[in-house]
C-alpha cells in the first residue's frame, strides 16, 4: 500500500512538473501587441493634456466636479486603447465641467 502511494505520489509530481514547463510565453509577442496600438492623434493628444490641466486646477480649488473626473477618467482610459476619437470627446466634456465648476464658485450663495 506504501509503494502505491509512492508511485502515485511521484507520477503526479512529474505530471506537474512537466505542465508547469511547457507554458511558456515569448517576449515578442508581448512587443507585438504593444506596437499594434495606435498612436492618438495630436489633436487627441493636447485635448487630453487640456483637459488635465482644467481638472487639476478645478480640483485644487476644491470645485471639481464628478462628471468632470468621470469623463477624465473614461478619456485616459481611451488613450490607453489608442482611440483618439473616444479621448478628445470625453476630454472636451472634462475640460468644460471643471470650467464649469471653477465658473460656479463665483456665484452668489443661496443661503
Do not use: R
Not at 464628478?66 to 485616459?76: I, R
Amino acid at each position: 500500500m506504501n509503494k502505491l502511494f509512492v508511485i502515485i505520489a511521484g507520477v503526479g509530481a512529474l505530471i506537474l512538473a512537466g505542465c508547469q514547463s511547457t507554458a511558456t510565453v515569448k517576449p515578442e509577442a508581448a512587443k507585438t501587441s504593444e506596437a499594434a496600438k495606435p498612436a492618438l492623434s495630436e489633436e487627441a493628444k493636447q485635448a487630453l493634456a487640456k483637459a488635465e490641466a482644467d481638472t487639476k486646477e478645478a480640483k485644487k480649488q476644491n470645485c471639481l466636479w464628478t462628471t468632470a473626473a468621470e469623463a477624465l477618467k473614461k478619456a485616459q482610459e481611451a488613450a490607453a486603447k489608442g482611440d483618439s476619437n473616444t479621448v478628445s470627446k470625453f476630454s472636451k466634456v472634462a475640460s468644460e465641467h471643471a470650467l464649469l465648476g471653477i465658473g460656479q464658485k463665483g456665484y452668489p450663495s443661496t443661503k
